[in-house]
């Protein structure tokens, strides 16, 4: 039997309030019927340590694996991430470093998407750019275009998280259909 298409989301803010975890949620909202969405949560994970990162007998701390299996049946990831410091948020960037290593890192040679929301001006243009050297050296496939950069988050969601501003929602539904494109099943 074909196995169902699953899409993971990952929020870069662990914030209650987060606009980025609105945007995740309107995200997977705008996935087709039959595709499976699911958002893994990595905020009981410890801080990165080779020494508890033993990938060829699978010894890991209880919370990474549960972690990492999450991923393991995705076909592609969304990740909605603000900027931090110019950057991509430590926290996430900590959850991606446990789910890099060893032969049946669950990310390699994925599509992924990168969206962005900021209470600021350049939308997490930053955070994005940051972004790619992790997916090149990971060898997965970032679905670039359209790009999805939503400045002033706070004029643009209301209070029940939903996104009012139609153009917006158009090019994120774009980019779904892109990442959907890039599945190799
Ligand atoms: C540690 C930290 C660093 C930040 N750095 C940036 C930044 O470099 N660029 C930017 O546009 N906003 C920056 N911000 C503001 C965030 O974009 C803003 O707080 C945003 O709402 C966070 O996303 P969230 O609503 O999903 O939590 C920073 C916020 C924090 C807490």
């Known amino acids: 039997m ?9 929020c870069g803010s662990l914030r209650k309030g987060s606009y980025n975890a609105m945007l995740l949620k309107v995200a997977g909202g705008l996935i087709p019927e039959g595709i499976e969405f699911e958002i893994v949560a990595y905020d009981d994970i410890p801080v990165y340590n080779a020494d508890h990162d033993l990938p060829e007998t699978e ?25 931090y410091n110019y950057s991509i948020p430590g926290g996430l960037k900590n959850a991606i470093d ?4 060893g032969k049946d ?6 599509p992924v998407a990168v969206m962005g929301a900021t209470q600021g001006m350049w939308g997490t243009v930053r955070m994005q750019m940051a972004f790619l ?3 090149t050296f990971l060898n997965m496939n970032p679905v670039l275009q ?5 400045a002033q988050a706070q004029n643009k969601f209301d209070a029940d998280g939903n996104l009012n501003d139609e153009k917006t929602i158009s ?3 774009k980019k779904i259909e892109n990442l959907i494109s890039a599945c190799k099943v």
């Open 171 to 173: 090019i994120i539904q």
């Open 59 to 83: 010894e890991r701390p209880a919370s990474v694996t549960k972690f990492r299996e999450s991923l393991a049946d995705a076909d592609a990831f969304i990740i909605a991430s603000p900027e």
């Open 2 to 10: 074909e196995k169902n298409r699953k899409i993971v989301g990952l």
């Open 98 to 101: 446990w789910a890099s290593r």
């Open 133 to 135: 050297p992790v997916f």
């Open 146 to 150: 359209p790009e999805v950069l939503i």
């Open 105 to 110: 890192s669950p990310l390699m040679h994925k």
